[in-house]
Protein backbone atom coordinates (compact mmCIF):
# COMPACT_ATOMS: atom_id res chain seq x y z
CA UNK A 1 0.00 0.00 0.00
CA UNK A 2 2.77 2.66 1.19
CA UNK A 3 4.75 1.38 -2.21
CA UNK A 4 2.10 2.21 -4.44
CA UNK A 5 1.32 5.55 -2.89
CA UNK A 6 4.77 6.55 -2.88
CA UNK A 7 5.03 5.47 -6.37
CA UNK A 8 1.92 8.08 -7.25
CA UNK A 9 3.39 10.73 -5.39
CA UNK A 10 6.85 10.65 -7.64
CA UNK A 11 4.90 10.89 -10.67
CA UNK A 12 3.39 13.64 -12.96
CA UNK A 13 -0.28 12.90 -11.35
CA UNK A 14 1.43 13.25 -7.98
CA UNK A 15 2.45 16.33 -8.15
CA UNK A 16 -0.15 17.58 -10.78
CA UNK A 17 -2.92 16.54 -7.92
CA UNK A 18 -0.38 18.07 -5.03
CA UNK A 19 -0.67 21.76 -6.84
CA UNK A 20 -4.54 21.07 -7.53
CA UNK A 21 -4.91 20.61 -3.73
CA UNK A 22 -3.23 23.37 -3.18
CA UNK A 23 -4.88 25.76 -5.16
CA UNK A 24 -8.72 24.42 -4.19
CA UNK A 25 -7.99 24.69 -0.57
CA UNK A 26 -5.92 28.37 -1.04
CA UNK A 27 -8.90 29.61 -2.85
CA UNK A 28 -12.05 28.35 -0.54
CA UNK A 29 -9.72 29.91 2.81
CA UNK A 30 -10.30 33.09 2.29
CA UNK A 31 -14.41 32.11 1.65
CA UNK A 32 -13.66 31.27 5.35
CA UNK A 33 -12.13 34.16 6.71
CA UNK A 34 -8.57 34.73 5.86
CA UNK A 35 -7.66 37.88 3.61
CA UNK A 36 -8.75 37.96 -0.09
CA UNK A 37 -5.69 36.43 -2.38
CA UNK A 38 -3.99 35.07 0.69
CA UNK A 39 -5.50 31.75 1.21
CA UNK A 40 -1.58 30.45 1.73
CA UNK A 41 1.34 32.88 1.76
CA UNK A 42 4.33 31.91 3.50
CA UNK A 43 5.57 34.65 3.90
CA UNK A 44 2.49 37.02 5.06
CA UNK A 45 2.02 34.11 7.21
CA UNK A 46 5.39 34.45 8.95
CA UNK A 47 5.36 37.60 9.19
CA UNK A 48 2.25 37.51 11.19
CA UNK A 49 3.53 34.77 13.32
CA UNK A 50 6.70 37.65 13.65
CA UNK A 51 4.09 40.13 15.05
CA UNK A 52 1.78 37.70 16.99
CA UNK A 53 5.56 37.29 19.02
CA UNK A 54 6.08 40.68 19.97
CA UNK A 55 8.96 41.00 17.40
CA UNK A 56 7.51 43.49 15.44
CA UNK A 57 4.86 45.65 16.55
CA UNK A 58 2.83 46.21 13.27
CA UNK A 59 -0.61 45.96 14.78
CA UNK A 60 -2.69 44.68 11.79
CA UNK A 61 -0.18 41.84 10.89
CA UNK A 62 -0.28 40.18 13.98
CA UNK A 63 -1.43 36.40 14.27
CA UNK A 64 -0.23 32.92 14.86
CA UNK A 65 -0.96 31.57 11.57
CA UNK A 66 -2.17 27.34 11.73
CA UNK A 67 -1.14 26.91 8.35
CA UNK A 68 2.22 27.16 8.85
CA UNK A 69 1.96 25.01 11.72
CA UNK A 70 0.28 22.29 9.53
CA UNK A 71 3.18 22.64 6.95
CA UNK A 72 5.41 21.79 9.38
CA UNK A 73 3.72 18.77 11.19
CA UNK A 74 2.30 17.34 7.74
CA UNK A 75 5.55 16.87 6.43
CA UNK A 76 6.57 15.52 10.18
CA UNK A 77 3.75 13.11 9.64
CA UNK A 78 4.73 12.24 5.91
CA UNK A 79 8.73 11.53 6.44
CA UNK A 80 7.68 9.62 9.93
CA UNK A 81 5.44 7.47 8.25
CA UNK A 82 7.51 6.59 4.89
CA UNK A 83 10.75 6.73 6.97
CA UNK A 84 12.16 9.88 5.44
CA UNK A 85 12.82 12.00 8.49
CA UNK A 86 16.44 12.26 8.89
CA UNK A 87 17.93 15.10 11.52
CA UNK A 88 21.08 16.63 9.48
CA UNK A 89 21.99 20.06 9.85
CA UNK A 90 25.55 22.31 9.52
CA UNK A 91 25.38 23.57 5.87
CA UNK A 92 26.68 27.28 6.18
CA UNK A 93 23.95 28.06 8.62
CA UNK A 94 25.06 31.77 9.11
CA UNK A 95 24.57 32.18 5.31
CA UNK A 96 21.16 30.21 5.14
CA UNK A 97 19.73 32.73 8.06
CA UNK A 98 20.68 35.58 6.00
CA UNK A 99 19.30 34.73 2.43
CA UNK A 100 16.04 33.77 4.88
CA UNK A 101 16.34 37.68 6.30
CA UNK A 102 16.76 39.03 2.66
CA UNK A 103 14.20 36.51 0.94
CA UNK A 104 11.32 37.82 3.86
CA UNK A 105 12.27 41.64 2.56
CA UNK A 106 12.04 40.98 -0.97
CA UNK A 107 8.91 39.09 -0.46
CA UNK A 108 7.36 41.68 2.05
CA UNK A 109 8.51 44.84 -0.78
CA UNK A 110 6.31 42.48 -3.62
CA UNK A 111 3.56 41.63 -0.36
CA UNK A 112 3.48 37.98 -0.75
CA UNK A 113 5.79 35.03 -1.41
CA UNK A 114 5.84 32.74 -4.59
CA UNK A 115 2.90 30.94 -3.68
CA UNK A 116 0.97 34.22 -3.04
CA UNK A 117 1.96 35.52 -6.17
CA UNK A 118 0.79 32.57 -8.45
CA UNK A 119 -3.10 33.11 -6.28
CA UNK A 120 -3.13 36.29 -6.52
CA UNK A 121 -2.82 36.12 -10.50
CA UNK A 122 -5.18 33.09 -9.72
CA UNK A 123 -7.85 35.94 -8.70
CA UNK A 124 -6.98 38.71 -11.48
CA UNK A 125 -4.34 40.19 -9.66
CA UNK A 126 -2.25 41.40 -12.51
CA UNK A 127 0.45 43.32 -10.96
CA UNK A 128 1.69 39.68 -9.67
CA UNK A 129 3.02 39.30 -13.06
CA UNK A 130 5.68 41.77 -12.38
CA UNK A 131 6.38 40.05 -9.44
CA UNK A 132 6.07 36.43 -11.08
CA UNK A 133 8.97 38.16 -13.53
CA UNK A 134 11.24 38.61 -11.22
CA UNK A 135 11.11 35.69 -9.29
CA UNK A 136 12.00 33.98 -12.77
CA UNK A 137 14.62 36.59 -13.28
CA UNK A 138 15.88 36.14 -9.53
CA UNK A 139 16.03 32.37 -9.66
CA UNK A 140 17.68 32.27 -13.48
CA UNK A 141 20.66 34.42 -12.09
CA UNK A 142 20.75 32.22 -8.72
CA UNK A 143 21.06 29.24 -11.36
CA UNK A 144 23.58 30.93 -13.29
CA UNK A 145 25.55 30.62 -10.07
CA UNK A 146 24.93 26.97 -9.82
CA UNK A 147 26.64 26.27 -13.39
CA UNK A 148 29.62 28.28 -12.09
CA UNK A 149 29.89 25.94 -9.19
CA UNK A 150 28.15 27.94 -6.08
CA UNK A 151 27.13 25.37 -3.56
CA UNK A 152 26.75 25.68 0.23
CA UNK A 153 28.05 22.27 1.27
CA UNK A 154 26.82 19.08 2.33
CA UNK A 155 24.57 18.77 5.18
CA UNK A 156 25.39 16.26 8.05
CA UNK A 157 23.61 13.59 9.53
CA UNK A 158 23.18 14.79 13.49
CA UNK A 159 21.45 13.84 16.44
CA UNK A 160 17.69 13.08 15.99
CA UNK A 161 17.28 15.60 18.79
CA UNK A 162 18.17 18.09 16.40
CA UNK A 163 15.43 17.52 13.44
CA UNK A 164 12.93 17.82 16.11
CA UNK A 165 12.85 20.91 16.91
CA UNK A 166 10.87 22.87 14.33
CA UNK A 167 8.28 20.52 14.73
CA UNK A 168 8.35 21.05 18.47
CA UNK A 169 8.42 24.78 18.05
CA UNK A 170 5.21 24.62 15.62
CA UNK A 171 3.46 22.48 18.51
CA UNK A 172 4.49 25.53 21.09
CA UNK A 173 3.30 28.09 18.64
CA UNK A 174 -0.35 25.48 18.29
CA UNK A 175 -0.54 25.44 22.38
CA UNK A 176 -0.16 29.78 22.36
CA UNK A 177 -2.61 30.30 20.11
CA UNK A 178 -5.22 27.86 21.53
CA UNK A 179 -4.44 29.19 24.66
CA UNK A 180 -3.56 32.97 24.12
CA UNK A 181 -1.43 33.52 27.21
CA UNK A 182 -0.45 37.62 27.76
CA UNK A 183 2.70 37.45 29.13
CA UNK A 184 3.45 41.06 30.32
CA UNK A 185 0.79 43.99 30.33
CA UNK A 186 0.30 45.16 27.20
CA UNK A 187 2.38 42.58 25.98
CA UNK A 188 2.70 39.49 23.98
CA UNK A 189 1.06 37.08 22.08
CA UNK A 190 -0.89 39.67 20.15
CA UNK A 191 -3.63 39.55 18.05
CA UNK A 192 -4.52 41.78 15.51
CA UNK A 193 -7.86 43.84 16.67
CA UNK A 194 -8.18 44.72 12.20
CA UNK A 195 -6.15 44.74 9.07
CA UNK A 196 -4.95 41.23 7.39
CA UNK A 197 -4.32 39.72 10.78
CA UNK A 198 -7.48 40.05 11.93
CA UNK A 199 -8.85 37.92 9.44
CA UNK A 200 -8.82 34.25 9.64
CA UNK A 201 -10.66 30.78 8.73
CA UNK A 202 -11.19 29.36 12.14
CA UNK A 203 -8.32 27.03 13.40
CA UNK A 204 -9.20 23.49 12.91
CA UNK A 205 -10.16 24.09 9.40
CA UNK A 206 -6.28 26.03 8.74
CA UNK A 207 -4.77 23.52 10.31
CA UNK A 208 -6.31 20.80 8.78
CA UNK A 209 -5.44 22.16 5.28
CA UNK A 210 -2.08 23.12 6.61
CA UNK A 211 -1.38 19.08 7.70
CA UNK A 212 -3.04 18.13 4.20
CA UNK A 213 -0.70 20.38 2.21
CA UNK A 214 2.06 19.52 4.44
CA UNK A 215 1.65 16.19 4.10
CA UNK A 216 1.44 16.23 -0.21
CA UNK A 217 4.33 18.75 -0.57
CA UNK A 218 6.48 17.02 1.29
CA UNK A 219 5.50 13.28 -0.86
CA UNK A 220 5.57 15.24 -3.96
CA UNK A 221 8.66 17.79 -3.24
CA UNK A 222 6.19 20.50 -4.44
CA UNK A 223 8.26 23.96 -4.90
CA UNK A 224 7.86 26.75 -7.13
CA UNK A 225 11.45 27.77 -6.58
CA UNK A 226 12.65 24.34 -7.93
CA UNK A 227 9.69 24.22 -10.73
CA UNK A 228 12.23 27.09 -12.54
CA UNK A 229 15.42 26.14 -11.53
CA UNK A 230 14.64 22.60 -13.20
CA UNK A 231 12.75 24.37 -16.70
CA UNK A 232 16.32 26.46 -16.82
CA UNK A 233 18.68 24.14 -15.53
CA UNK A 234 17.38 20.88 -16.62
CA UNK A 235 14.54 21.53 -19.11
CA UNK A 236 12.39 19.64 -16.58
CA UNK A 237 8.78 20.59 -16.43
CA UNK A 238 7.67 17.53 -14.07
CA UNK A 239 7.71 20.55 -10.70
CA UNK A 240 6.30 23.27 -13.19
CA UNK A 241 3.24 20.74 -13.75
CA UNK A 242 2.36 20.67 -10.48
CA UNK A 243 2.59 24.55 -10.15
CA UNK A 244 0.39 24.89 -13.11
CA UNK A 245 -2.05 23.09 -11.63
CA UNK A 246 -1.87 24.96 -8.79
CA UNK A 247 -2.74 28.76 -10.97
CA UNK A 248 -5.38 26.38 -12.77
CA UNK A 249 -7.61 25.06 -9.77
CA UNK A 250 -7.13 28.20 -7.76
CA UNK A 251 -8.80 30.40 -10.94
CA UNK A 252 -11.30 27.55 -11.45
CA UNK A 253 -12.18 27.95 -8.02
CA UNK A 254 -11.96 31.39 -7.73
CA UNK A 255 -14.42 31.96 -10.51
CA UNK A 256 -16.68 29.58 -9.13
CA UNK A 257 -17.09 31.71 -5.83
CA UNK A 258 -17.12 34.80 -7.54
CA UNK A 259 -13.52 35.88 -6.75
CA UNK A 260 -12.05 36.52 -9.72
CA UNK A 261 -11.23 40.53 -10.49
CA UNK A 262 -9.29 41.40 -13.21
CA UNK A 263 -7.07 44.58 -12.91
CA UNK A 264 -4.12 46.26 -11.68
CA UNK A 265 -5.94 48.87 -9.69
CA UNK A 266 -7.84 48.22 -6.02
CA UNK A 267 -6.43 45.03 -5.18
CA UNK A 268 -6.34 43.47 -1.81
CA UNK A 269 -3.36 43.89 0.07
CA UNK A 270 -1.67 44.75 -3.34
CA UNK A 271 0.39 47.73 -4.67
CA UNK A 272 0.91 49.01 -8.68
CA UNK A 273 4.23 50.00 -8.09
CA UNK A 274 5.79 47.46 -11.08
CA UNK A 275 9.61 48.01 -10.86
CA UNK A 276 9.70 47.12 -7.40
CA UNK A 277 7.14 44.32 -7.39
CA UNK A 278 9.63 42.84 -9.78
CA UNK A 279 12.73 43.74 -8.04
CA UNK A 280 11.31 42.59 -4.54
CA UNK A 281 10.30 39.08 -6.10
CA UNK A 282 13.63 39.22 -8.33
CA UNK A 283 15.53 39.43 -4.48
CA UNK A 284 13.42 36.67 -3.00
CA UNK A 285 13.59 34.60 -6.29
CA UNK A 286 17.33 34.96 -6.04
CA UNK A 287 17.59 34.05 -2.01
CA UNK A 288 15.44 30.90 -2.56
CA UNK A 289 17.93 29.77 -5.19
CA UNK A 290 20.93 29.50 -3.23
CA UNK A 291 19.04 28.61 -0.50
CA UNK A 292 18.08 25.27 -2.14
CA UNK A 293 14.00 26.08 -1.90
CA UNK A 294 11.24 28.28 -2.22
CA UNK A 295 9.45 29.40 1.24
CA UNK A 296 6.86 26.66 1.19
CA UNK A 297 9.51 23.59 0.18
CA UNK A 298 11.37 25.08 3.48
CA UNK A 299 8.79 24.37 5.84
CA UNK A 300 8.44 20.60 4.76
CA UNK A 301 12.07 20.02 4.29
CA UNK A 302 12.35 21.31 7.98
CA UNK A 303 9.68 19.01 9.43
CA UNK A 304 11.45 16.41 8.11
CA UNK A 305 14.42 16.96 10.35
CA UNK A 306 16.54 19.24 7.84
CA UNK A 307 18.18 21.86 10.60
CA UNK A 308 19.19 24.04 7.39
CA UNK A 309 15.41 24.82 6.48
CA UNK A 310 14.79 25.41 9.96
CA UNK A 311 17.72 28.13 10.04
CA UNK A 312 16.06 29.85 6.64
CA UNK A 313 12.79 30.12 7.74
CA UNK A 314 13.54 31.73 11.33
CA UNK A 315 15.73 34.16 9.19
CA UNK A 316 12.39 34.79 7.35
CA UNK A 317 10.83 35.27 10.58
CA UNK A 318 13.35 37.45 11.51
CA UNK A 319 13.75 39.28 8.52
CA UNK A 320 9.99 39.74 8.58
CA UNK A 321 10.92 42.14 12.08
CA UNK A 322 13.40 44.08 10.46
CA UNK A 323 10.90 44.69 7.59
CA UNK A 324 8.39 46.10 9.95
CA UNK A 325 10.14 47.56 12.17
CA UNK A 326 12.34 49.52 9.91
CA UNK A 327 9.70 50.74 7.49
CA UNK A 328 11.32 48.30 4.88
CA UNK A 329 8.13 46.46 3.47
CA UNK A 330 5.86 47.43 0.66
CA UNK A 331 2.57 49.63 1.33
CA UNK A 332 -0.38 48.66 -0.24
CA UNK A 333 -2.75 50.57 -2.48
CA UNK A 334 -5.71 52.43 -1.21
CA UNK A 335 -8.61 54.94 -2.13
CA UNK A 336 -8.09 58.49 -0.78
CA UNK A 337 -11.14 60.30 -1.57
CA UNK A 338 -12.27 58.50 -4.77
CA UNK A 339 -8.96 58.32 -6.38
CA UNK A 340 -6.25 55.38 -6.10
CA UNK A 341 -2.82 56.67 -4.08
CA UNK A 342 -0.64 54.21 -5.43
CA UNK A 343 1.55 52.53 -2.55
CA UNK A 344 4.71 50.98 -3.12
CA UNK A 345 8.09 51.20 -0.73
CA UNK A 346 9.60 53.80 1.40
CA UNK A 347 13.17 55.16 0.70
CA UNK A 348 14.51 52.75 3.43
CA UNK A 349 12.76 50.02 1.64
CA UNK A 350 14.07 50.86 -1.68
CA UNK A 351 17.96 50.39 -0.23
CA UNK A 352 17.21 47.27 1.29
CA UNK A 353 15.83 45.60 -1.87
CA UNK A 354 19.11 47.32 -3.73
CA UNK A 355 21.32 45.91 -0.94
CA UNK A 356 20.03 42.17 -0.72
CA UNK A 357 20.43 42.30 -4.22
CA UNK A 358 24.06 43.08 -4.36
CA UNK A 359 24.93 40.83 -1.28
CA UNK A 360 23.15 37.51 -2.64
CA UNK A 361 25.06 37.99 -5.42
CA UNK A 362 28.21 38.35 -3.67
CA UNK A 363 27.23 35.42 -1.83
CA UNK A 364 26.75 33.53 -5.26
CA UNK A 365 30.02 34.72 -6.78
CA UNK A 366 32.19 34.04 -3.47
CA UNK A 367 30.56 30.66 -2.16
CA UNK A 368 31.78 28.59 -5.43
CA UNK A 369 34.35 25.73 -5.22
CA UNK A 370 36.62 27.28 -7.15
CA UNK A 371 37.00 30.24 -4.05
CA UNK A 372 37.17 27.93 -1.96
CA UNK A 373 40.34 25.61 -3.69
CA UNK A 374 41.79 28.77 -3.49
CA UNK A 375 41.54 29.77 -0.01
CA UNK A 376 42.52 26.06 1.08
Known amino acids: MLGRLNRFTASRWGIILAGATIGVLAALLPRLGNPPNM ?9 DIAGA ?6 APVQYIRPEIIGFVLGALVAALVFREFRARAGSAPVVRFLLGA ?3 IGALAFLGCPWRALLRLA ?6 LAGLAGLIAGIALGVGFLRAGYSLGRAQRTYTAVGWVMPLLMIGLL ?4 FRPQFTRDGPIFFSQSGPGSLHAPVVISLAAGLLIGFLAQRTRFCTMGAVRDVVLMGDTHLASGVGALVVAAFLTNLALGQVHFGFLGQP ?3 SS ?4 FLGMALAGLAFALAGGCP ?6 SGEGDGDAAIFVLGMITGAAFAHNWGLAGSPDKVVEGAVQVGGLSAAGMVAVVLGLVICSLIGLTMRQAFAKAEI
Open 39 to 47: GVCVACFER
Open 53 to 58: LGLHRA
Open 102 to 104: FAM
Open 123 to 128: GGDLNA
Open 175 to 178: LLLL
Open 269 to 271: VAH
Open 274 to 277: HLWN
Open 296 to 301: GRQLFL
